[in-house]
């Protein structure tokens, strides 16, 4: 029994190295290397067109920012337009409303 278990793990062991070696063999021959060009030329047009895209954003963000600013102080002109300060004494205002 303990002969059977040996040769099983010597097999597998020998098993694994020529499945290591044609594996390497596979991976390093000239149809792999076409695979491998083909899909790095792949992830740097997609690389491109993620930062195409990133830019766009970027320049969409800008604008908006800088149309919100516009907004606002636009909005700031108008609310200090709409608060009057008297123009004169604050006490001869009073009495005037008084009377």
Not at 27 to 40: E, I, M, P, W
Not at 66 to 76: P, Q, Y
């Amino acid at each position: 029994m303990m002969k059977a278990s040996v040769m099983k793990k010597i097999g597998l062991f020998a098993g694994g190295v020529l499945f290591g070696t044609a594996g390497v063999k596979i991976l390093s021959g000239r149809d792999a290397k076409k695979v491998y060009t083909s899909c790095t030329a792949a992830a740097l047009r997609a690389k491109d067109c993620v930062m195409k895209t990133a830019v766009t954003v970027q320049e969409n963000a800008e604008d908006i920012l800088a149309e919100a600013k516009l907004i606002n102080e636009e909005r700031a002109a108008k609310d200090a337009e709409a608060v009057q300060e008297p123009d004169g004494d604050t006490e001869t205002d009073f009495k005037e409303q008084a009377e």
